[in-house]
């Protein structure tokens, strides 16, 4: 089983976003977000399946191995929150999950399919 901690930071959301191109106002303004009734900014839900990918290569053990994966964005991300992300072997691929400090999903139905060697 492979698993990886991390604390989301506001630094983190603003470098996804300039990566991505994905400047929606919810993920890096705060007085915005509370406007449109979020508690605040949130992380961008493909910033946290790419954190969730990274730990299903490590599991595979090659990324050309992956040959699919899918998650639901389950539950909102905030700055401050320490998201778990697990990566555990199953027939065929790898169950994966992503729960904050709370034991919260916030990605589910999780799964990464492979190639055998």
Same mark, same amino acid.
């Given at each position: 089983?492979?698993?990886?901690? %991390?604390?989301?930071?506001?630094?983190?959301?603003?470098?996804?976003?300039?990566?991505?191109?994905?400047?929606?106002? +919810? *993920?890096?303004?705060?007085? /915005?977000?509370?406007?449109?009734?979020?508690?605040?900014? +949130? &992380? *961008?839900?493909?910033?946290?399946?790419?954190?969730? &990918?990274? %730990?299903?290569?490590?599991?595979?053990?090659?990324?050309?191995? +992956?040959?699919?994966? #899918?998650?639901? /964005?389950?539950?909102?991300?905030?700055?401050?929150?320490?998201?778990?992300? #697990? &990566?555990?072997?199953?027939?065929?691929?790898?169950?994966?999950?992503? %729960?904050?400090?709370?034991?919260?999903?916030?990605? #589910?139905?999780? +799964?990464?399919?492979?190639?055998?060697?």
């Amino acid at each position: 089983m492979s698993q990886r901690k %991390v604390t989301v930071t506001r630094h983190q959301i603003n470098a996804y976003a300039e990566a991505s191109g994905d400047h929606n106002p +919810i *993920h890096l303004d705060e007085t /915005f977000a509370h406007s449109v009734g979020l508690p605040g900014v +949130i &992380a *961008h839900g493909m910033l946290q399946m790419g954190q969730l &990918a990274s %730990v299903a290569v490590a599991e595979a053990g090659d990324p050309r191995r +992956i040959r699919r994966l #899918s998650c639901r /964005f389950a539950g909102m991300v905030r700055p401050g929150d320490e998201i778990t992300y #697990s &990566a555990d072997p199953v027939a065929g691929g790898l169950k994966l999950s992503a %729960v904050n400090q709370n034991g919260e999903a916030v990605l #589910s139905k999780a +799964i990464a399919e492979y190639h055998e060697e």
